[in-house]
């Protein structure tokens, strides 16, 4: 029989002195139950007396439709089936399947938190990729996008992406602006260790909302000479990276490929790195092939900002965490190959998240739905 330890589940109840914290060993289970939704084991916590399903702060919890049909709903977001299909197949509303997305969201949400922090990356590669949100024909400016207060119009999928592990870092949807470009570098710039080579479009409001994240400042001291002290001076930081690989383009065809570094050739040399964004742009077409409102000339696109950003988050923790690409595997040594019937395994999978040290092993799609996490100050503390 396992020990309460290994249960990998904390009290839920705020008056617990344990409260939220894993692996204390005042947690065992008590009994099983037959809930709507499938068989539920019921837990007790020893300090607060009080019980909890094993589904608690999880996105099957309090739910009347069978776990199956809700991963199968899920998984259907994640391979191109729109709402409409979705309803269909399943018989559901699409009210419904948006509620359960926007679980899920959350839940990919405390992964990326929990998960996510002082990664040790040495190259970054960031792009964006537009879509429609609303409609697909709205005012716009001049240079295609809508205001950021604006309830319609083009839109962009920001994604910084580490290429050495193939794990998306963070994931944001906002208009083409300084602001958004600002935002996604802090985000990057917060589970990044150091500062990494960053590679890019050429967008201009990459360089600005760089150093507005990673920058120096030099004070200069009182000389004592009559007139005004010399205002403090912020310069790029000596180790940044800015490579940039500009495309012009013309309608349908790729004209000229261009390479620019703005801030660290020496760096970029010594580190044996060299500017290329082709691995990113892939991924764009991964995301457009496995969103249905990211394809082009569809009819399925989102009507609302926060929609496309749950399916966006959602997608970035199933891509990380359950979903191993070709070109992580590992070859099996020869004696650890079995043999399962006509089949003898040649290759060990690895998810982005494996080859970055954040999990051991390849993730089930319902551990994605139920993984659960202590608050971020207690791994602090307890770390």
């Known amino acids: 029989m396992r020990r309460p330890h290994d249960w990998g589940h904390a009290c839920p109840h705020p008056e617990c002195a344990r409260f939220k914290l894993m692996n204390t060993g005042n947690v065992s289970a008590i009994s099983t139950s037959m809930t709507k939704s499938g068989q539920r084991r019921i837990f007790r916590c020893r300090d607060g007396a009080t019980a909890f399903s094993e589904t608690r702060d999880t996105v099957f919890f309090d739910l009347r439709t069978p776990e199956e049909k ?77 205001l950021p207060e604006a309830a319609d119009g083009r839109q962009w999928v920001w994604i910084s992406f580490a290429p050495e592990y193939r794990l998306m870092l963070t994931a944001v949807v906002g208009p083409r602006t300084l602001e958004t470009a600002q ?74 490929l261009s390479t620019r570094i703005l801030a660290g050739a020496e760096h970029l040399t010594v580190r044996g790195l060299s500017v290329r964004t082709a691995l990113i742009e892939r991924l764009h077409l991964t995301l457009r092939q496995a969103l249905a409102p990211l394809a082009r000339k569809t009819y399925s696109f989102c009507k609302a900002r926060e929609q496309m950003r749950r399916r966006v988050l959602f997608f970035q923790a199933f891509d990380n965490m359950a979903r191993p690409p070709q070109s992580l595997r590992t070859q099996l040594p020869m004696r650890e190959r079995r043999r399962m019937g006509a089949i003898r395994p040649r290759w060990r999978e690895r998810t982005p998240a494996m080859a970055a040290g954040l999990t051991d092993h390849l993730w089930t799609f319902r551990e994605l739905l139920t993984a659960k996490f202590e608050p971020l100050d207690s791994q602090s503390i307890r770390g």
């Open 183 to 256: 935002e996604v570098i802090e985000a990057t710039a917060a589970i990044v260790r150091g500062v990494p080579a960053v590679c890019s479009d050429g967008f201009t409001g990459y360089v600005a909302a760089l150093i507005a994240v990673y920058h120096t400042i030099t004070i200069f001291p009182r000389t004592g000479t009559p007139g005004r002290p010399q205002d403090p001076r912020s310069a790029p930081h000596p180790a940044l990276v800015d490579g940039q690989l500009v495309n012009e383009t013309r309608p349908g065809r790729l004209v000229t």
């Open 70 to 146: 809700v991963i199968m709903a899920l998984k259907m977001l994640l391979v191109g089936v729109d709402l409409t299909g979705i309803a269909f197949v399943l018989g559901v509303t699409e009210e419904t399947t948006l509620e359960w997305l926007a679980r899920a969201a959350a839940q990919a949400r405390q992964i990326h938190d929990s998960l996510l922090r002082e990664l040790p990356v040495t190259q970054v590669q960031r792009d964006e990729r537009w879509n429609f949100i609303r409609r697909q024909h709205a005012s716009a400016d001049g240079d295609g996008e809508s």
